[in-house]
Antibody, heavy 117, light 108 residues
Framework: EVQLVESGGGLVQPGGSLRLSCAAS????????MSWVRQAPGKGLEWVSGISDSGGRTYYADSVKGRFTISRDNSKNTLHLQMNSLRAEDTAIYYC??????????WGQGTLVTVSS | DIQMTQSPSSLSASVGDRVTITCRASQSISTYLNWYQQKPGKAPKLLIY???SLQSGVPSRFSGSGSGTDFTLTISSLQREDFATYYCQQSYSTLVYTFGQGTKLEIK
């Protein structure tokens, strides 16, 4: 069964950095685009970033452009999100999701990022 | 960026009711429209993709329709387990898959 397991969340001070990871299993990771989606407490879903299957193309929401970097290691079946210059408004649960033909068909359980002093 | 607007933001209904949720895109997105269900404390679950295709394992009481800018999600006969928040998502823009603001479906 497809599994996506996020890690790396935690408490960080404003202006700090954090690196999230998403370990994928039970599918050919290198054949699929991936994305990060976040959800602030009590709020809706916000698409954050996407990356092509090879990693050659990356996309970002305006709210994180220039601060976040998505990457992947296809040899290790792992997706990453490097988050720099973190702000209070980045506080959210961060989900990784597998992208299959224009839809996100599998999601991880999420990892909580809290930005606070 | 393409903006997605759902209505209503919240909805009260009873078991057995027929419910419709609407999603409008700020520009034409053909049928690049997905619907997700999210329950408290859980990850979103894909229900409908390409506007009207039912994801494997999803009950047939869920259906989707529309194209261009206007889309609907219909639940033909609400079951207790359907009370949740529903989100539409456009996938027209390459890997920039924005969501609507969500519709919370509550028990009347």
């Amino acid at each position: 069964e497809v599994q996506l397991v996020e890690s790396g969340g935690g408490l960080v001070q404003p202006g700090g950095s954090l690196r999230l990871s998403c370990a994928a299993s039970a599918f050919t990771f290198s054949s699929y685009a991936m994305s990060w989606v976040r959800q602030a407490p009590g709020k809706g879903l916000e698409w954050v970033s996407g990356i092509s299957d090879s990693g050659g193309r990356t996309y970002y929401a305006d709210s994180v452009k220039g601060r976040f970097t998505i990457s992947r290691d296809n040899s290790k079946n792992t997706l990453h999100l490097q988050m720099n210059s973190l702000r209070a408004e980045d506080t959210a649960i961060y989900y990784c999701a597998k992208v299959t033909t224009y839809r996100s068909d599998y999601w991880g359980q999420g990892t909580l990022v809290t930005v606070s002093s | 960026d393409i903006q997605m607007t759902q209505s209503p933001s919240s909805l009260s209904a009873s078991v057995g009711d027929r419910v419709t949720i609407t999603c409008r895109a700020s520009q034409s997105i053909s049928t690049y429209l997905n619907w997700y269900q999210q329950k408290p404390g859980k990850a979103p679950k894909l229900l409908i993709y390409s506007a009207s295709s039912l994801q494997s394992g999803v009950p047939s009481r869920f259906s989707g329709s529309g194209s261009g800018t206007d889309f609907t999600l219909t639940i033909s006969s609400l079951q207790r387990e359907d009370f949740a928040t529903y989100y539409c998502q456009q996938s027209y823009s390459t890997l920039v898959y924005t969501f609507g603001q969500g519709t919370k479906l509550e028990i009347k």
